[in-house]
């Protein structure tokens, strides 16, 4: 596995799953994201990222979490 792939937010602590190729970052509160529809009372999200992508803020899930496919137990 390279660094980054190691290091990809799908195998951090503050990553949840949203479907098959994305999900959330946790890591801080969620932000304003505006009022785009009068339908929705709800106008603050975490932010969307891919599965693969990184930052600077990793941090590894303990390892007692982690499946031998890299799946969440």
Do not use: K
């Not at 505006?34 to 106008?43: D, I, L, M, N, V």
């Not at 990793?58 to 982690?66: G, K, N, S, T």
């Amino acid at each position: 596995m390279s660094l980054s792939t190691e290091h990809a937010c799908e195998h951090c602590r503050y990553y949840t799953l949203a479907d098959a190729l994305t999900g959330n970052c946790h890591r801080f509160p969620p932000v304003f994201a505006g009022a785009s529809s009068p339908r929705e009372t709800h106008h603050w999200r975490f932010p969307a990222v891919g599965n693969h992508a990184w930052c600077g803020e990793f941090l590894p899930l303990p390892e007692a979490q982690m499946s031998s496919i890299g799946a969440t137990i």
